[in-house]
């Protein structure tokens, strides 16, 4: 379950806050308050949370404070700052910390709702990067984002081999294909996507499998066949090679990275 957490000294804007949030909510969002940054940052060893609201003044730790020792963890929250005054100082800051809305007090319900509503769907957005940059392997972005300046023929190898990653494809059945010497192919294609083939086809088999393992329940060993690996104990042993994990450990880690978001 998401949390939201409210951080405020002042008691009666803290307990408003929270309960329009639970009204909003529903009971979707685990709401949890704190009185001071101080209070906040102790709750936060021990907890998560994905949208922070807090105010900009408050005694020993500030609300810009801690919005900037949040910003230090893997993951920091989204943030929302209240205030009750109007200083471009600390709304200047509080954007440059990547803060989502600043209200000023007293507080519109309508407005702190769609503010929270703003907020999480940024959140979604962060995390749907964050695990689209777990999946892509960044040798291959590169042949990607170059692959309009390649020749004709390394563009159709390119487009064949991602319609037959399931099929055992050598070097030699794709120069045939092209009709073109494999020696002559195999200098062309490295020069042009700096891999060597075998390592395109690697790379590309182990990305396929990476969007399976998060996207599907497939075993291990159907998701081996349909990357072109006729055993699953070989498929494991080059996946952990590349990624440094069994495909079992990233299915996984990805699994609860997810659960820890939402």
Same mark, same amino acid.
């Given at each position: 379950?998401?949390?939201?957490?409210?951080?405020?000294?002042?008691?009666?804007?803290?307990?408003?806050?929270r309960?329009?949030?639970?009204?909003?909510?529903?009971?979707?969002?685990?709401?949890?308050?704190?009185?001071?940054?101080?209070?906040?940052?102790?709750?936060?060893?021990?907890?998560?949370?994905?949208?922070?609201?807090?105010?900009? @003044?408050?005694?020993? #730790?500030?609300?810009? /404070?801690?919005? !900037? =020792? %949040?910003?230090?963890?893997?993951?920091?929250?989204? &943030?929302?700052?209240?205030?009750?005054?109007?200083?471009?100082?600390?709304?200047?800051?509080?954007?440059?910390?990547?803060?989502?809305?600043?209200l000023?007090?007293?507080?519109?319900?309508?407005?702190?709702?769609?503010?929270?509503?703003?907020?999480?769907? @940024?959140?979604?957005? #962060?995390?749907?990067? /964050?695990?689209? !940059? =777990? %999946?892509?392997?960044?040798?291959?972005?590169?042949? &990607?984002?170059?692959?309009?300046?390649?020749?004709?023929?390394?563009?159709?190898?390119?487009?064949?081999?991602?319609?037959?990653?399931?099929?055992?494809?050598?070097?030699?059945?794709?120069?045939?294909?092209?009709?073109?010497?494999?020696?002559?192919?195999?200098?062309?294609?490295?020069?042009?996507?700096g891999?060597?083939?075998?390592?395109?086809?690697?790379?590309?088999r182990?990305?396929?499998?990476?969007e399976?393992?998060?996207?599907?329940?497939?075993?291990?060993?159907?998701?081996?066949?349909?990357?072109?690996?006729?055993?699953?104990?070989?498929?494991?042993?080059v996946?952990?090679?590349?990624?440094?994990v069994?495909?079992?450990?990233?299915?996984?880690?990805?699994?609860?990275?997810?659960?820890?978001?939402?």
């Amino acid at each position: 379950m998401e949390t939201i957490l409210i951080v405020d000294d002042e008691p009666r804007t803290r307990e408003g806050v929270r309960k329009t949030l639970e009204a909003w909510s529903s009971g979707q969002y685990r709401i949890e308050t704190a009185a001071s940054g101080v209070e906040a940052l102790a709750w936060l060893q021990n907890n998560e949370v994905n949208l922070l609201i807090t105010d900009v @003044r408050m005694p020993e #730790i500030g609300g810009l /404070e801690l919005v !900037e =020792k %949040l910003n230090e963890m893997p993951h920091p929250p989204v &943030v929302i700052v209240i205030s009750g005054h109007p200083e471009f100082d600390y709304a200047q800051k509080a954007l440059q910390f990547g803060v989502v809305e600043y209200l000023l007090k007293p507080l519109d319900k309508t407005k702190l709702v769609r503010a929270v509503e703003l907020a999480l769907k @940024r959140k979604e957005d #962060i995390y749907r990067i /964050e695990r689209m !940059e =777990k %999946l892509i392997d960044p040798k291959l972005m590169e042949t &990607v984002q170059q692959e309009k300046v390649y020749s004709t023929q390394v563009r159709e190898a390119l487009q064949y081999l991602d319609e037959h990653l399931h099929e055992s494809i050598s070097m030699r059945d794709i120069a045939e294909q092209l009709h073109m010497n494999a020696s002559y192919f195999s200098v062309l294609f490295k020069e042009q996507t700096g891999l060597t083939y075998s390592e395109y086809v690697t790379r590309r088999r182990i990305q396929r499998a990476k969007e399976l393992l998060v996207s599907t329940r497939l075993s291990i060993a159907e998701i081996a066949e349909q990357v072109g690996y006729q055993t699953a104990k070989y498929f494991v042993k080059v996946f952990r090679a590349l990624e440094n994990v069994s495909p079992g450990q990233y299915r996984q880690n990805v699994m609860t990275t997810e659960e820890r978001i939402q």
